[in-house]
């Protein structure tokens, strides 16, 4: 029977001892956690393993003894480290030796066999691994396996769960400041003592009050929040559409979860609270930035002056284009008289909003230099609000929009309705089907005339509703790309990125064996590596919910609703599910 012995090799030069840890039976396995060295007592070590256990709650034990020949074996040694078994009884007993110079090993399992004839010894196999990488590693699932190495020999994340399991659990045990002062004696990846930072120390005494206090000022804001008051219609609804309130909604729920006095229960709470806190900390600092940049070199009054021409120029394109199409635009024959009432109606539109842009104009340098400063809160903050002037000073656009696929849609519907009443067939609202239905003469003499009118009168409403409709789809896509940005820099898992590419044992996607010694009539030695997970994976698995965001259509789906007028909103609607 051949065993595995997981061995650290922080381990490999310590002296001769006892092994402790802990025995996998189901993979018949012994993982080391560390090597208690002579001289001890049996019945402290006992003890000892005992507060372990009940610290830690992994079975830690006595394996087996360790000889580290750094001399001349000694007979009296070898017959010590044989007695200790009757001692410490554990099936099977592991005898791990080093001779001198560490260029020859010797491992074997006693074991009282069961049945006569039976062997009493087994074959170990040595596999080598970084303790102080397993024990900060997360083991991910063998799904995220990267490509394998030429050489290297793969191993399942299933079977080296226990063994990761096993020294994460074990921390207690390696708490050098805490059970090396005893009469116990021991050799693990923290045996020489853990480097402290006074700044680390200061900071963590001074985070406790701060988190009480900003938790406590966070609560306040959101019982302000909820308050009957702000309930009231129509603030409910505009807060909806807007993507600031949004943002800083999200954001509060962050700086919540930041603050939370309440420890993490598992390494994934505690991989999300720090994603979160890294992504605030560069949201804010980006926005700080902004803000320096904006209110540097007078750059504010500079767009308060280039506000208004921008406008004005906008609106002269507008009226250029719909002179361009009351006219013959591309040569087409359009319906004269519905072209001149929607020209001057959207002209009219367009007069209205200008005359509106010259009324504020005093006003918003005070107003642009208010906007700015709310960069300091964050520069996804800064991009809503900028998605939210926007889409108010393209108000006439989207209202333009609105009106065209309004006739538009009300054109179609009323096509394809009387298209149904010439083939004898009608729409059952009830049943939400079509049935057959028989029309008297009267009617279809009303439906042809309708027909004839609404087919001579779409070429010009379509032409308006393709206008309008791609200077939508214009403000829509600018709109877009400021909350696909604010998506980014809310959802990235900058610290796990961060994780992985300083300190990539940290995220592990399994491991691979490097063979370091396989000879005849000698155990077969290997090294433990682990395999760092992809970046993909690494963004895949840790990235962050991110907060209200345009629904996601297909190509499909936006085609259809673009062919049968139906409207396109920059906002989530109710009947959206939430990613």
């Known amino acids: 029977m051949m065993l595995k012995a997981f061995f650290p090799t922080c381990c490999t030069s310590a002296d001769s001892g006892l092994l402790v840890g802990r025995w996998v039976p189901e993979q018949s396995s012994a993982v080391v956690l560390a090597v208690v060295h002579f001289p001890f007592i049996p019945i402290q070590v006992k003890e000892f393993l005992a507060q372990v256990q009940q610290a830690s709650r992994v079975g830690v034990t006595v394996l087996g003894t360790w000889c580290h020949h750094q001399q ?32 020859v090993w010797s491992s074997k399992a006693v074991q009282r066999p069961v049945l006569p004839g039976a062997p ?22 063998p799904a995220a396996l990267p490509d394998r190495q030429a050489g290297d020999a793969p191993a399942s994340t299933g079977g080296l769960a226990a063994v990761f399991d096993t020294v994460a659990r074990s921390e207690a045990l390696f708490r050098s400041d805490r059970f090396d002062e005893g009469p116990v004696r021991l050799s693990h990846w923290q045996s020489e003592g853990v480097e402290a930072s ?30 009957r008051l702000f309930w009231l219609w129509p603030l409910p609804f505009i807060c909806s559409k807007l993507s600031t309130c949004e943002q800083v909604r999200h954001r ?27 992504s605030v900390l560069l949201d804010v600092g980006l926005g700080l930035a902004l803000l320096t940049w904006l209110h540097g070199e007078d750059r504010i009054g500079q767009l308060a002056n280039a506000l208004v021409p921008v406008a004005d120029r906008v609106a002269e394109e507008l009226q250029h284009l719909l002179q361009w199409l009351m006219g013959a635009p591309a040569g ?67 209202c333009f929009y609105v009106y065209g696929a309004r006739l538009y849609c009300l054109k179609i519907y009323g096509l394809s309705s009387l298209w149904r009443l010439f083939r004898g067939k009608k729409w059952n609202v009830l049943r939400q089907r079509v049935d057959s239905c028989s029309y008297d003469l009267d009617q279809l003499f009303i439906g042809t005339l309708l027909f004839t009118m609404l087919v001579f009168l779409l070429p010009t409403t379509a032409l308006y509703y393709l206008v309008f409709t791609l200077l939508r789809l214009l403000v829509v896509t600018v709109q877009g790309l400021l909350h696909l940005l604010v ?4 959802s990235l898992p900058l610290y796990s990125i ?14 691979k064996f490097r063979v370091l010694e ?31 965001c345009p629904p996601k259509l297909s190509w499909s789906s936006l085609c259809r609703k673009l062919f049968f007028g139906e409207l396109i909103y920059p906002w989530k609607q109710k009947g959206d599910k939430q990613d």
């Open 72 to 103: 001349e074996p000694e007979e009296s040694l070898g017959r010590f480290l044989e007695e200790l078994s009757a001692i410490f009884s554990h099936e099977p007993w592991l005898q791990l030796c080093r001779e001198r110079g560490g260029a």
């Open 120 to 141: 009493g010894e087994h074959q170990v196999t040595l596999i080598f691994y970084d303790q102080r990488q397993v024990l900060l590693s997360q083991l991910h699932p």
């Open 198 to 227: 006074i700044l680390v120390e200061l900071a963590k005494q001074a985070s406790g009050p701060t988190c009480l206090l900003l938790s406590f000022l966070l609560s306040v804001l959101s019982a302000i929040g909820a308050c």
């Open 252 to 278: 509060l729920g962050h700086l919540s979860l930041v603050f939370s006095t309440q420890k993490a229960e598992n390494p994934a709470q505690l991989m999300r609270k720090a994603n979160v806190f890294v």
């Open 332 to 398: 087409l024959k359009m319906n004269r008289a519905l072209d001149q009432v929607l020209g001057r109606f959207f002209l009219y539109h367009i007069h209205l909003w200008i005359s509106y842009i010259h009324l504020m104009s005093p006003f918003i340098e005070r107003i642009l230099w208010h906007v700015g400063l709310s960069a300091c809160l964050g520069l996804t903050v800064a991009l809503s609000l900028l998605s939210d002037i926007i889409a108010l000073l393209t108000f006439h656009i989207y």
């Open 487 to 490: 998506d980014l820099v809310n």
């Open 498 to 511: 961060g994780l992985r590419l300083c300190r990539p044992y940290r995220l592990a996607a399994g491991v």
């Open 518 to 548: 396989h000879e005849a009539g000698k155990p077969l030695r290997l090294l433990m590596q682990i395999n760092p997970l992809p970046y993909s994976q690494v963004v895949h698995t840790y990235r962050l919910p991110s907060s209200g």
